[in-house]
């Protein structure tokens, strides 16, 4: 009988497998399990700080030749390098791989593939610490400056639009109910005033960001003679940061941001849900044209207002983006830890949803029309004059405020009892419940004469926000 073939050991399975990550893989003997690479990889989110990531490793590679940690002619074949890199990702030419986990391992990977040896001198000095906080740091220092040219816009939409309204007369409320008549334009001037605060929480998230964290290496500062003022400048950064354990775990600025993109879609939420208001036809203010309403697929006689809707429906996502990010840092010990990695994809939502939601906000401002007698009519429903009426008791009869609210009252309800307004009572119905009231009461009675007594600073006078128009435009735009 034949004697059996020998036969050998089976190998390890894990022996298979590719080797660890070529970029950090020295310590290790095998590859990370699929789950774990899947998770450990940010490239699909990352990748959108390509020019951010190319810009810093230029300035660094620039400042490893000024200090000659490395030699110029390396440094000049990592620039050209970086902008190949750079010319390939715009034109969709670069193959962004998983395996190498984020961008920057993206870019180094690729640009040793088209310089050979001299990309692997060009982390000396730095980590993925210092660089991610850099290029993150960037992109968010853009984001502000985007959002501020958004709002400014924005605010150019609605001075233009309150100018056109400074005399449209309309109700003002509170608790949603009639309470005294402004102007459309006033109205208006208001969100003006909001989006001003909105830019200037932007600039000044911005101005405290602009520290340079680039040279702070993993957590401890380098060795290497680096000169970080000169990356600073290069980038465009005031100075550089002044503490690398807080350079790298620093993500203030980033909630900074959030803080200032949640609280300026509020403001967006508010005139949204306005609109949604004005053009319903219980209100019926204002018409949106077809280019910013939808219709609807079984009620052929639908506009809706969709795009208010939705704007107001995304300040959730900016409000969640900041909690969700304040979350994540609550907890965390210093220095870096893998956590950080969630703050891109809160940041990058949220600028997308702010800035699509300025722009239909401005878009819908530019196109919206109002139906100026319909605000009228609803402005003198409502004994809206009222206070105008007690006022005037104070000023021309002399009374405290206190008993002149009280006769006013009577006064309302009076003209309730009739089914008229204030300014329909006969002056003897006035008379019955204060004997001194005279026929000059009734020029302070109407819309009109209301919304042009209120002439103090700040107020809804005609010519007031005529003034506050041009005041505007000289402070925002």
């Known amino acids: 009988m034949a004697r059996p073939t020998k036969t050998s050991r089976p190998k390890n399975k894990t022996a298979t497998k590719p080797p660890a990550n070529p970029m950090w893989g020295g310590r290790f003997g095998v590859a990370p399990d699929a789950i774990m690479q899947k998770i450990n990889a940010s490239i699909d989110v990352d990748r959108r700080l390509y020019a951010e990531d190319i810009a810093g490793s230029t300035a660094h590679a ?46 180094e990977s690729r640009l040793a593939d088209l310089i050979g040896e001299p990309a692997k001198r060009l982390h000396v000095a730095r980590s993925r ?23 400014r816009e924005f605010q150019r939409a609605l001075i233009d639009k309150a100018a056109l309204h400074a005399g449209t007369v309309m ?18 001037m208001a969100y003006v005033e909001m989006a001003g605060r909105d830019r200037a929480r932007f600039a000044d998230a911005r101005r405290r960001m602009n520290e340079c964290p680039l040279g702070a290496a993993a957590l401890a500062g380098t060795s290497f003679p680096i000169d970080r003022e000169f990356t600073a400048r290069e980038l465009g950064f005031e100075r550089p940061t002044a503490n690398s354990l807080d350079s790298v775990a620093d993500r203030d600025f980033a909630l900074e941001f959030l803080a200032a993109a949640a609280i300026a879609a509020l403001h967006l939420s508010r005139l949204a849900e306005e609109i949604v208001f004005w053009t319903g036809p219980q209100f019926g203010f204002a018409r949106l044209s077809d280019a910013w309403t939808t219709g609807s ?12 809707e939705l704007v107001r429906a995304s300040t959730g996502r900016l409000l969640g983006s900041f909690i969700g990010l304040a979350t994540v840092m609550k907890g965390l010990p210093l220095t870096y830890s893998k956590d950080m990695q969630e703050d891109k994809a809160r940041c990058f939502a949220a600028a997308d949803a702010l800035m699509l939601g300025i722009g239909a906000m401005t878009g ?9 007698a319909r605000m009228k009519a609803t402005a003198s429903a409502g004994f809206t004059t009222a206070t105008d009426l007690a006022d005037w008791l104070v000023r021309v009869l002399g009374m405290p405020f206190r008993e002149a609210h009280h006769a006013t009252g009577r006064i309302v309800r009076r003209a309730e009892e009739k089914g008229c307004d204030i300014a329909d009572l ?19 009675l109407g819309v009109e004469n209301s919304v042009a007594s209120r002439t103090s600073f700040g107020g809804t006078a005609p010519a007031n926000v005529k003034k506050a128009v041009a005041a505007a435009r000289r402070r925002f735009l």
């Open 364 to 372: 819908m401002i530019d196109d919206i029309s109002v139906d100026a």
């Open 171 to 188: 109700p003002g409320f509170t608790h949603l109910q009639p309470a005294q008549p402004v102007t459309f334009g006033h109205h208006l």
């Open 297 to 308: 697929s079984i009620m052929p006689q639908k506009r809706n207002p969709d795009a208010a």
């Open 426 to 444: 006969s002056l003897a119905d006035m008379q019955a419940i204060e004997p001194r009231i005279d026929k000059s009461v009734f020029k302070v």
């Open 129 to 151: 610490n210092d660089q991610v906080a850099l290029d993150f740091k960037m992109w968010v220092r853009a984001a502000c400056d985007r959002a501020e040219a958004a709002l």
């Open 62 to 107: 620039k400042m490893l030749a000024r200090t000659k940690i490395l030699k110029a002619k390396d440094v000049a074949a990592i620039v050209r390098g970086l902008e190949e890199v750079r010319r390939e990702i715009e034109q969709g030419e670069f193959l962004f791989k998983t395996e190498l986990e984020d961008i920057h391992m993206n870019v």
